[in-house]
T-cell receptor
Framework: DQQVKQNSPSLSVQEGRISILNCDYTNSMFDYFLWYKKYPAEGPTFLISISSIKDKNEDGRFTVFLNKSAKHLSLHIVPSQPGDSAVYFC??????????????FGKGTLLTVNP | NAGVTQTPKFQVLKTGQSMTLQCAQD?????MYWYRQDPGMGLRLIYYSASEGTTDKGEVPNGYNVSRLNKREFSLRLESAAPSQTSVYFC??????????FGSGTQLSVL
């Protein structure tokens, strides 16, 4: 039972254009969402997050949008740069008891930004 | 500031051998985690420790044991390695907010 889903294994965009990465979740107890970026042979690094009390959060070129009714979030990267090429993981947390300590990750989307 | 340090970075085992993956963090974080990453499977939680002295199972705990030695250190042990445990293992920690900090990973091959 996959609670966090990233249905696109890969995405390819041109440098300078917008990259949109999507994520869906099924657990209505999730109330905090994060995006992580991972380069080969490195650990994932935190990129941006959003609380369920918001519907948008921006940090420079990165914006995350949350649609709670649809249980959907998306990460927008504008403009995309070749250095953004990496695997992006969506993660979620929330709920009572031990669930609050655990982050559940999606399977990841490989973004390739072509020069 | 080293953050989260994992050792070793690479390891090759034969089926049935045992080993311990070490993890230490210097950020005074309360919670620590072990994840594994497999192709097409994302990051799956093996075990976590919400605070010193406590450990709990995650999504895929079978075949593993953990020890929260103190606030800094959280080790993962494979008692009898199996080929299905070939994976990249990541240790992570967080203080009390929601952001996880990850180590650089241990690539484990079980032959």
């Amino acid at each position: 039972d996959q609670q966090v889903k990233q249905n696109s294994p890969s995405l390819s965009v041109q440098e300078g254009r917008i990259s949109i990465l999507n994520c869906d979740y099924t657990n209505s107890m999730f109330d905090y969402f994060l995006w992580y970026k991972k380069y080969p042979a490195e650990g994932p690094t935190f990129l941006i997050s959003i609380s369920s009390i918001k519907d948008k959060n921006e940090d420079g070129r990165f914006t995350v949008f949350l649609n709670k009714s649809a249980k959907h979030l998306s990460l927008h990267i504008v403009p995309s740069q070749p250095g953004d090429s990496a695997v992006y993981f969506c993660a979620a947390t929330g709920g009572s008891g031990g669930s609050n300590y655990k982050l559940t990750f999606g399977k990841g989307t490989l973004l390739t930004v072509n020069p | 500031n080293a953050g989260v340090t994992q050792t070793p970075k690479f390891q090759v085992l034969k089926t049935g051998q045992s080993m311990t993956l070490q993890c230490a963090q210097d950020m005074n974080h309360n919670s620590m985690y072990w994840y594994r990453q497999d192709p097409g499977m994302g990051l799956r939680l093996i075990y976590y420790s919400a605070s010193e002295g406590t450990t709990d199972k995650g999504e895929v705990p079978n075949g593993y044991n953990v020890s929260r030695l103190n606030k800094r250190e959280f080790s993962l042990r494979l008692e009898s390695a199996a080929p299905s445990q070939t994976s990249v293992y990541f240790c992570a920690s967080r203080r009390g907010d929601e952001k996880l900090f990850f180590g650089s990973g241990t690539q484990l091959s079980v032959l």
